[in-house]
């Protein structure tokens, strides 16, 4: 597809780019038209009749449309897939991964604790479909093998997952899973493929939500799935032109626009939660901090293998939540007291664990003893963004007092 040849600052810069556009344009440009028109004798108009629709010429923008498709070319050179999908968000993505290659009858496996909508629909919307689900935590392989059934198709797994931060061993589970002929889908979300690439360590598809660090500017929404073509093309014909899934150009050029810049934004953000992770561990107040670049992480010895940059989420525990959520909402002058993440902004959310177990996820005992291991009674989630280490820490110092 694209040449990934070149180092991943490059990718994200040109991939998807052409030499030979007619004007000669360095930026990419963006083509609003919905349709094209098209010679009366041309070919299948059912998506599922095409063979790949990638191959065909532009017709409708739910198919394809060329801005969308650029964002595509870099996403895949990016991820170093074969293909990739782009669409209307991040929970657009999973759905037509979902719904794009299950059938009811199938088992569908999932992290045991994921980012809440995807537990929603999976749980409560997926076998109202006839479609089984059930959960693990992924970093068990004993748990999973206990978990599989013989309708198993899928396992979808998040890494690192929110809000807990804990990693999975792709490498280790797609090599299982492919032995028993079942798909891995990873959600990278908060890695972005500058951190980690789940696709190398054997993932078959690779899922992000782009509204976040993709984006990075917190002013577009968009979703992407990444893997072979034969999938890609599956997920498309259902997704693009049947759910309606699709992502405006205007928003693939935004996210674009947004790449541009990802792997300077990832090091910086990285390189201040960093900083941020370490001067929390040491506040009186503070009495656990989750970031897997501190030597402190659970899996330690995992994160340093697949994702040793660190990544630019992290946690941390008080003994008053609700007093410092407070205060990150009336007091900071630099953090936002906000959902969501990876913007060039910094957020701050208090997540308390017994309303998420109650709403969102199912857990066993043994999954409920890992959860209190990461997340106690609840967490501050901090997405770092881009403003300097210092003026975060005075701010940080503002809200929990003085370390
Ligand atoms: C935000 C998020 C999603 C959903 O993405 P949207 O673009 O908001 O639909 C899915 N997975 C993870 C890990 C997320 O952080």
């Known amino acids: 597809m694209t040449d990934t040849t070149f180092s991943a600052n490059t990718i994200a810069l040109n991939a998807g780019l052409s030499r030979n556009h007619p004007f000669r344009v360095l930026a990419p440009d963006i083509t609003m038209s919905i349709n094209h028109h098209f010679q009366p004798d041309q070919g299948a108009f059912s998506a599922e009749q095409i063979d790949d629709l990638t191959q065909t010429d532009y017709l409708y923008a739910s198919w394809m449309n060329p801005t969308v498709r650029q964002l595509e070319r870099r996403l895949a050179a990016l991820e170093q897939t074969e293909d990739s999908f782009a669409c209307a968000s991040g929970m657009a993505a999973i759905t037509a991964t979902f719904l794009g290659l299950l059938k009811a009858g199938d088992h569908l496996l999932i992290n045991d604790v994921c980012y809440a909508g995807v537990s929603e629909l ?76 789940p696709a190398t360590l054997g993932a078959d598809l690779v899922i992000h939500s782009l509204t976040k660090f993709m984006n990075g500017h917190g002013d577009a929404m968009g979703g992407c ?50 900083q941020v992770a370490r001067w929390l561990e040491q506040h009186p107040k503070v009495k656990r901090v989750i970031y897997p670049g501190l ?21 941390f525990q008080v003994d008053d939540l609700d007093a410092v959520a407070d205060a990150f909402a009336h007091k900071a002058k630099v953090f936002y007291y906000a959902f969501s993440l ?43 963004g881009l403003e300097s280490a210092t003026d975060l820490i005075a701010d940080l110092t503002t809200i929990l007092g003085a370390s």
């Open 295 to 315: 030597a402190s992480h659970p899996q330690k010895a995992l994160a340093q293998k697949i994702f040793p940059k660190g990544g630019a989420m992290l946690t």
């Open 122 to 197: 999976a749980l409560k919307l997926l076998p109202e479909w006839g479609i089984e689900v059930s959960c693990a935590n992924l970093t068990n392989m004993e748990e999973v093998t206990r978990a599989i059934r013989p309708n198993t198709r899928l396992i979808h797994a998040e890494s690192p997952c929110n809000p807990l931060l804990r990693l999975t061993d792709i490498q280790r589970l797609t090599h299982w899973a492919h032995q028993q002929d079942i798909l891995v889908s990873v959600d990278s979300t908060f890695a972005t493929p500058l951190l980690c690439q």
């Open 342 to 384: 990876g913007h060039q902004r910094s957020l701050a959310v208090a997540l308390k664990t017994q309303p998420l177990l109650q709403n969102s996820y199912s857990l066993n005992q043994e999954q409920l003893a890992d959860y209190a291991r990461y997340a106690g009674d609840g967490v501050i989630r901090l997405a770092i």
């Open 225 to 274: 799935v990444n893997g072979h073509r034969s999938l890609i093309q599956t997920i498309r014909s259902r997704a693009g032109a049947y759910f309606g899934a699709t992502l405006s150009a205007q928003n693939a050029w935004l996210i674009m626009r947004g790449i541009d810049t990802l792997p300077l934004r990832m090091q910086q953000a990285c390189a201040t939660a960093a």
